[in-house]
């Protein structure tokens, strides 16, 4: 089955909000390369309403006129009845959501049956935009990296694959060529949402220093690293919160994110030595030089990967309640730990089926009770159990 006929949860999602009444502005938000183009041509192909798609990918950055001139056409199609308007690559349009939210006023005032859908791959300025200008007139649409299960019922990726090449689909025909899949990673994913994404439309005063950055969070992916440790091994990375800073960057990239400690206290969070994690295995193995093959081998390899996904499938499944963390405390560690709320929930996760106990679970339980625990591969949930099940990594 192709990228062009699976069909993604979020498009169940989208096809039902467009005939919703009253009608918000779809925002479909989320990394570069998992198809939110693609899902939003098929939704808007579905619901069989006239629709109107424009994109701003363009190397000039498109400005607000040309906006309001896409938006003049969506309500040429709404004059005879509900129409849709759909403008990819949003966050590439200077003053977008000012914009956005001047026409879709008019629209209201006019009675105008105009269905707005926007989309976005910088997640930072689309958020930004959103909790700026348009509060209270749109909804949000998440479109994470794909999953192991969407991969392998769209591609018939297997669990060692899928732990491997990740979950980009439109690399997905390229893994029988392994040096034009590292290529596309690197050059259309990566180079891609740095160069265009990140440096283009905001402030990165040392580029290099970023990118040198990404590359140490995907070689320490899934490990504790300490500011200092990551200052002595990056050439001018100036302070701890520039480092933060740049962590924080890639996190709203969809490329990686520094986990903070779990610890009583957002102050004491933000100053806690930071657990890098790469958000999506093809990143980590597009980085290393290591083939499948090799890395398949090498278990210590392999384990950095297998905690990886897991620990990525819990960024990406949490919910706005949700808060994913990592916790250590005098030699004992859990390694995730999901914060609703009062309720805690640790995970582990077992590469292999060692029994070696669970130390780390039983210093956080009885420090901080009242603790759901979660074993993640090994003796507990199988790993492709739980990365095929959204609702386990969104206890």
């Known amino acids: 089955m192709s990228e ?10 989208l096809v039902t909000r467009l005939e919703e009444e009253p009608a918000r502005i779809q925002v479909v938000s989320g990394p570069r390369q998992v198809g939110k183009t693609t899902v939003v041509r098929q939704a808007l192909a579905a619901s069989e309403l006239p629709s109107h798609y424009a994109s701003a990918d363009d190397p000039a950055l498109r400005d607000s006129a040309w906006l309001e001139a896409q938006w003049q056409e969506g309500r040429r199609l ?11 690559e949003v966050q590439k349009v200077g003053g977008w959501a000012e ?5 879709w006023e008019e629209d209201r005032q006019a009675e105008l049956s105009l269905r707005v859908v926007l989309l976005g791959s910088a997640a930072l300025l689309v958020q930004r935009g959103l909790s700026e200008s348009l509060t209270g007139r749109f ?27 990740g979950g980009y689909p439109g690399a997905a025909g390229l893994v029988e060529d392994e040096p034009r899949w590292v290529a596309y990673v690197l050059d259309s994913i990566v180079e891609t949402t740095v160069s265009r994404d990140l440096l283009l439309l905001t402030r990165v005063d ?23 440790k990551l200052t002595g091994q990056l050439q001018d990375a100036g302070n701890t919160t520039t480092l ?14 520094g986990l903070e400690k779990y ?30 093959s090799e890395a398949l081998a090498d278990r210590e390899q392999w384990g950095r990967r297998v905690e990886t996904a897991v620990g990525a499938q819990l960024v990406a499944s949490r919910d706005s309640r949700a808060e994913v963390l990592y916790w250590r405390d005098r ?10 709320g009062e309720r805690l929930t640790a995970i582990e996760v077992k590469a292999d089926r060692r029994r070696d106990g669970l130390p780390g679970m039983a210093a956080f339980e009885q420090r901080f009770g009242g603790v759901r625990k979660l074993l993640v591969g090994g003796e507990g949930t199988p790993l492709e159990a739980f990365l095929d099940s959204p609702e386990m990594a969104n206890p």
């Open 78 to 88: 709404a004059r005879g009845g509900r129409a849709v308007l759909a403008v990819d």
């Open 4 to 13: 062009w006929r699976y069909r993604r949860p979020i498009f169940t999602k």
């Open 99 to 103: 914009t956005a939210k001047r026409l």
């Open 206 to 228: 040392k580029p290099a220093l970023l990118r040198s950055l990404f590359r140490l969070v995907c070689d320490y992916s899934g490990q504790i690293v300490s500011y200092q």
């Open 263 to 292: 610890a009583p206290g957002k102050v004491r969070q933000r100053r806690s030595t930071p657990k890098l994690l790469a958000l999506n295995t093809a990143l980590v193995s597009a980085m290393s030089g290591m083939t499948y």
């Open 139 to 165: 909804e949000l649409i998440r479109a994470p990296h794909w999953s192991f299960g969407e991969m392998r019922d769209a591609f018939g990726f297997s669990l060692d694959e899928f732990l491997y090449f």
């Open 244 to 257: 933060a800073h740049y962590l924080d960057l890639l996190a709203a990239a969809g490329l990686a994110v």
């Open 331 to 340: 030699g004992k560690e859990v390694d995730f730990v999901v914060s609703r």
